[in-house]
């Protein structure tokens, strides 16, 4: 079966991951490609096999090419992803699906009116050891579970250049929790279920250049009556785990392992699968063109985890009292 065509639009930072998962995956093979760096455009290309295209437009115009990967500064996630509907082009757009619950709404709403596949990515609950936790969760052998606490942090804030709209809160706030709590929150509604309440509190530790909240602390409540806690700051060294705590026993996931500690306080590991989650998620997005079903991370999947932070930075602003997530 011929592998579905794609577009790729932004090639540095993490979109290098999304080529490389692209070169690994069984169904997606991408076309072509555009970057405002037009060298970059070139290399890539040529490394791939792909097509430099000069425009988003020139992308657009392309009938071969069925879908577009957005790898994009959020706040031009909506703009862009309507117009590829408008030009009947399905979109994939990196996490978070949108800077605020209305753009995120109106894109879902344009991907309806266009009859056309909306997928955001959301690559970490792919990850062997979580997909593991999910079903340990759902066999229920932990016995009752009562809290979780989640990490998701890295020093980018430290390099991130002036100039960069990370920087900016208006294009990117709270920028640990957007760009990476985003991630563990996803997993946790996928490992958990809904999200109730927030508490959230978010300051400015001055490392950053400009005006973000470059540390976040925020306190959840699952409508199962779980309790979490989730820390995502920009500035210290990488922290990334989910740490869940029950009645019979805790584990302890990363992305790369599991470790299941029982009653005596002895430790057991886990083995799990290694996944290339971004040809995981480029194989969903192919299919999903192809067959018309959603794929596993879709428009809705997006709008509840940005719901999650939505509803952090509003209790941030109130000095972190307690938000309903269904305010927002």
């Given at each position: ?38 060298k ?95 079903q340990i ?14 990490q ?5 804030g ?39 309440v ?35 700051h ?10 869940l ?9 990363t ?74």
């Amino acid at each position: 079966m011929p592998r579905t065509q794609l577009a790729q639009i932004g090639l540095g930072g993490y979109g290098r991951a999304i080529t490389e998962g692209a070169l690994a995956s069984d169904n997606a093979h991408i076309h072509s490609v555009f970057d405002v760096d037009t060298k970059l455009c070139s290399e890539v290309a040529k490394k791939i096999g792909a097509k430099a295209e000069g425009s988003f437009k020139e992308i657009l115009a392309d009938d071969e090419i069925k879908g577009v990967v957005l790898i994009l500064p959020n706040h031009i996630h909506q703009p862009m992803a309507e117009e590829a509907f408008a030009a009947g082009k399905h979109v994939y757009v990196e996490k978070p699906i949108a800077n605020t619950m209305s753009e995120g709404r109106a894109m879902v709403a344009a991907a309806e009116a266009a009859s056309r596949i909306l997928m955001v990515g959301h690559n970490t609950r792919r990850q062997g050891p979580y997909r593991k936790v999910k079903q340990i969760v759902d066999d229920g052998d932990l016995g009752q579970i009562v809290a979780v606490d989640a990490q998701f942090s890295h020093r980018g804030g430290i390099s991130c250049p002036p100039d960069a709209w990370r920087q900016e809160y208006e294009k990117c706030p709270a920028v640990p929790l957007m760009q990476l709590g985003v991630h563990a929150i996803d997993t946790l509604l996928y490992l958990f279920g809904p999200v109730t309440v927030v508490s959230s509190f978010q300051r400015a530790s001055g490392l950053m250049s400009g005006d973000n909240h470059d540390v976040t602390v925020t306190l959840l409540e699952f409508e199962s009556g779980i309790l979490g806690t989730l820390n995502s700051h920009y500035v210290i060294p990488g922290r990334n785990y989910i740490n869940l705590l029950a009645v019979d026993a805790n584990l302890f996931s990363t992305t790369e392992s599991l470790e299941l500690q029982h009653q005596d306080y002895s430790v057991e590991v886990i083995d799990t699968p290694t996944v290339n989650t971004q040809a995981e998620e480029l194989d969903d997005f192919a299919t999903s063109i192809e067959t018309g079903e959603a794929p596993e991370t879709d428009g809705a999947v997006g709008l509840e985890a940005l719901a999650v932070i939505e509803a952090a930075i509003v209790s941030a602003k109130q000095d972190g009292r307690p938000v309903e997530v269904s305010s927002v």
